[in-house]
């Protein structure tokens, strides 16, 4: 992900007060090549709460290149094995505002089978479907 995947991608899932969600690659050529892909899950050592991110998931061992960051307590997903991995250091207020209008509608959740526009047809889709959906201009890990 150091090779700016999550760059220029838009945050397809807000629900306000409670999550944002990213992680599906704006160009579709890129998108489809991480598709499918999976990775194993990390022990949970820091519970779900306000400022943290961690990878969507379907099960166990069922990560992806999905993130989303937490607008407020969602503790009980912790027995579910949903690990946060960073905490949000500067600038919450501006996830707080992000674009919530669309609701799942812009592409819901991994297990909501709505997600196959955004894989295959990238930022073009998205803009020309959903216009006010906010973007990630640019993501550094550090």
């Not at 094995?81 to 600038?91: L, N, Y």
């Not at 526009?117 to 959903?130: L, R, S």
């Amino acid at each position: 992900m150091r090779a700016g995947f999550y760059d220029d991608s838009r945050f397809f899932r807000v629900i306000a007060g409670d999550f944002a969600q990213f992680g599906i690659a704006g160009d579709p050529l890129l998108a489809a090549t991480w598709r499918n892909a999976s990775f194993a899950d990390d022990p949970v050592k820091q519970s779900n709460v306000r400022g943290y991110v961690a990878y969507a998931m379907t099960g166990p061992d069922a990560r992806t290149t999905q993130i989303f960051v937490l607008m407020g307590d969602r503790s009980r997903q912790d027995k579910d094995g949903f690990a946060p991995f960073g905490k949000v250091t500067a600038g919450m207020e501006v996830v707080d505002k992000l674009y919530s209008g669309y609701g799942e509608g812009a592409g819901g959740g991994m297990r909501g089978g709505k997600q196959a526009k955004i894989f295959e047809g990238g930022n073009a889709y998205v803009d020309g479907a959903f216009p006010k959906l906010d973007k990630l201009v640019r993501a550094i890990i550090l």
